[in-house]
């Protein structure tokens, strides 16, 4: 997957799916001006001297998603609710699949992560394979073998997260491992301290 989607409605979507529905006064005749200003505080772009966001920006982008059907306005009892679509949650997914990190705790917990996996051969199974090993080597996995990928930072949510896209659960494992041995390639390809050992 590659994220087609700019900053700005990348924030709206994101804004949305954590929000659930947000809803603005429909008196006004500038509503999705409004409405783009309650999803998102757009003056944080505006600390980059390099990119400027205008009210028009916003609500351009916010009118593009209603069209487009990744998100719904409704008017009701004076006022304007928005919420993302079933397209729009499915986007969303996209987005934060596109953008996903795994995140480098301050102190290493001296416990290896270890994915593990046998993909059936079937249907798009090899496509399958070959896309699951490219992401996690993309977020940072180091391949010990074949199917077997290890990482020294909490990722569970991440893996679970990934198997879900690709609707690979069934055929996936992390397990959790306070040593493997010879693991000196490891320790330097994560740029670990030996002390922590």
């Known amino acids: 997957m590659k994220n087609r989607y700019g900053e700005i409605t990348k924030d709206i979507l994101l804004t949305l799916a954590l929000a659930g529905v947000i809803a603005v006064a429909a008196t006004s005749p500038y509503f999705l001006i409004n409405v783009a200003r309650a999803i998102i505080k757009y003056k944080k772009y505006n600390k980059n001297k390099n990119y400027k966001v205008s009210d028009y920006n916003l609500s351009k982008s916010l009118a593009g998603l209603n069209k487009n059907k990744i998100i719904i306005l409704k008017n009701e009892k004076g006022k304007f609710t928005i919420e993302l679509t079933e397209k729009g949650k499915k986007i969303v997914k996209e987005i ?3 953008d996903m990190k795994i995140e480098k705790p301050k102190r290493w917990d001296k416990k290896w992560k270890i ?4 993909i059936p051969e079937r249907k798009l199974g090899k496509q399958q394979r070959n896309l699951f090993r490219a992401k996690l080597q993309t ?9 077997v990928w290890v990482c020294p930072y909490p990722c569970e949510k991440e893996i679970r997260f990934i198997c879900e896209i690709y609707e690979i659960n069934p055929h996936v ?7 493997i041995y010879n693991d000196i390639a490891l320790i330097k390809h ?6 922590v050992r």
């Open 115 to 118: 994915v593990v996996f046998d």
């Open 173 to 179: 494992n992390i397990i959790t491992a306070e040593e």
């Open 96 to 98: 934060l699949f596109d």
């Open 190 to 195: 994560f740029k670990l301290p030996l002390t």
């Open 139 to 147: 977020i940072g996995f180091y391949q010990m073998q074949k199917s």
